[in-house]
């Protein structure tokens, strides 16, 4: 009995040190997820959970090589309320989830508006998100998704950019997702959910088409 503690311990020991090495880890494991979903270098600064929610802080998309500036979008803190175990689910259930300080930059390449900088991030994310999953289908669902103070900067080949700022909060209800992976899924969820109510703000409604859905 003593030497079964004894293995029973030491093997708890492993485990330990393993979970906090993978946890120490967890940022550059998640950026190098996330920049493979969207085929273009994505980072956070932060990323801490608890067992009711997970924080966000420092989201950054990058753009796609020949874009003036190096970002597409820049998200200050992304709060996402759910108990942690829901996360483990096939179909995981988000109580909420509150974006804060989006900064996003649209550029169109061409006079005729047909091709632009979020064309290839979110192609990309279509096709990685949609594929079929090994084991069971898994699916995530949000009751409610906020935005607050959300600015556009929008670029026209050959014209001053143009800044537009939505403060809200912008509130959605009752998302569903495409089926795949949890952090795949909820990444590309919000990216979208921010591109159209980016494509909404009065003045953009025209260039909604070349928005992928």
């Known amino acids: 009995m003593k030497k079964l503690f004894v293995v029973l311990f030491f093997i708890a020991i492993v485990l330990g040190i ?3 090495v993978i946890y120490s880890k967890r940022v550059s494991l998640i950026n190098q997820n996330l920049s493979s979903l969207f085929s273009v270098p994505v980072s956070l600064q932060k990323f801490d959970l608890t067992m009711r929610s997970i924080f966000i802080g420092g989201f950054v998309i990058g753009n796609p090589p020949r874009s003036v500036v190096p970002n597409a979008m820049m998200v200050n ?3 996402i ?4 175990w829901n996360f483990i689910q ?3 259930e988000v109580d ?3 974006i804060n300080g989006i900064d996003v930059d649209v550029e169109f390449y061409d006079p005729f508006y047909q091709k632009m900088n979020w064309d290839p991030i ?3 994310s279509t096709s990685k998100t949609a594929e079929p ?3 069971a289908d898994s699916s995530v669902s949000v009751k409610k998704l906020t935005i607050q103070n959300l600015r556009i900067t929008l670029r026209l080949p050959n014209q001053a950019p143009q800044v537009y700022t939505v403060r809200g909060p912008v509130i959605y209800q009752n998302l569903d997702s495409r089926k795949g992976g949890v952090t795949k899924v909820v990444a590309d969820l919000i990216v979208r959910i ?3 109510q980016v494509f909404s703000v009065q003045g953009l409604t025209k260039f909604g088409g070349s928005l992928r859905s």
Do not use: C, D, Y
Not at 81 to 84: E, G, I, K, S, W
């Open 81 to 84: 309320n759910a108990p942690l």
């Open 96 to 98: 909420s989830i509150v």
């Open 133 to 135: 999953q090994k084991e």
């Open 18 to 20: 393993g979970g906090a």
């Open 122 to 124: 979110l192609g990309s």
């Open 194 to 196: 921010v591109m159209q």
């Open 90 to 92: 096939p179909n995981t």
């Open 77 to 79: 803190t992304i709060q």
